[in-house]
């Protein structure tokens, strides 16, 4: 059995309850309010987290696309302001970390790139984690290694060689790995759920599922199939303007999935037979013995 890690206050691992994030990342839209409105969503849902994104655009948007023009909510522009604007800074990211107190909710971020991680590290993170698009950043794997915070890293668009890789770049002890597929919104045919067994086999350490898929079932069955922790990203409307708002679940939903695998957790029991209190008058009435 894979040891647990401990997230926060909470451990993480087989035979724990399921570790709930809800994945805010951009869909803030740049607007700490949308944010907070998010953090109250996933806290009143019953998640253990929420969980953000914080990226230099400098590094992270390729030079050639810095001038491309874009249309945005807030007019035609280059898409490196684009990506400034969206970006959460010093001023929102202090509001986040005093609201996730007030709340009583963890809350981190995936940096995608080393300024990045130093920036986080200042709010003292329960966890990194890192993108499925970071898998392969040897010099972000071993700075998030450094920082001693434990380490979720996401599998998405990667082979099982790329996987082996970048975990021997992660101290075991304090990693996680989120099984996930990269397309938003993912299709049931491509989640590909028994993936949660191959890497439960192959590492030894918590399993967990990243799901961007619509619909709630296949998070169930995935918890089923031993996920140790759950992200799925959360919006207040799916039509809302941004990338990501149409593979995320509304508050409704969120409500409905948390209830669910806690549902899906309490049947679970200990796999040991036995005959219920429950039972007994029907055992009495209707068990016929020669």
Not at 93 to 106: Q, T
Not at 235 to 256: N, V
Not at 271 to 285: F, I, M
């Amino acid at each position: 059995m894979a040891p647990k890690v401990m997230i926060g206050e909470r451990p993480v691992g087989p035979g724990e309850p399921t570790y709930l994030i809800a994945e805010i990342g951009i869909n803030h839209n740049g607007d700490v309010e949308i944010a907070r409105e998010l953090m109250r969503v996933a806290a009143g849902a019953g998640c253990d987290a929420v969980k953000f994104q914080k990226r230099t655009p400098e590094l992270c948007v390729p030079t050639d696309q810095w001038a491309i023009r874009r249309e945005t909510p807030w007019g035609v522009m280059d898409y490196i302001d684009y990506k400034r604007r969206i970006e959460f800074g010093a001023e929102e990211f202090d509001k986040v970390d005093a609201y996730a107190s007030e709340l009583g909710i963890d809350w981190f971020a995936s940096p995608w790139d080393e300024p990045s991680v130093e920036f986080l590290l200042r709010y003292d993170p329960v966890c990194f984690k890192v993108a499925s698009a970071s898998l392969t950043d040897g010099p972000l794997l071993d700075r998030v290694a450094s920082t001693g915070v434990p380490v979720m890293l996401s599998t998405g668009m990667s082979t099982l060689d790329e996987i082996d890789a970048a975990v021997t770049r992660l101290p075991a002890a304090r990693l996680l790995l989120a099984h996930a597929t990269s397309a938003y919104p993912c299709a049931p045919s491509e989640l590909n759920l028994r993936m949660i067994e191959t890497l439960s086999t192959r590492y030894p350490v918590p399993i967990g599922y990243s799901g961007h898929e619509t619909g709630l079932q296949t998070t169930l069955a995935a918890v089923v199939l031993g996920a140790c922790f759950v992200e799925r990203h959360v919006t207040l409307d799916r039509a809302m303007w941004g990338t990501d708002h149409s593979a995320s679940l509304e508050p409704p939903g969120l409500r409905r999935l948390v209830r669910d695998i806690r549902v899906v957790e309490s049947a679970y029991g200990d796999g040991v037979k036995k005959v219920y209190d429950s039972e007994l008058n029907a055992r009495a009435k209707l068990r016929r013995s020669q």
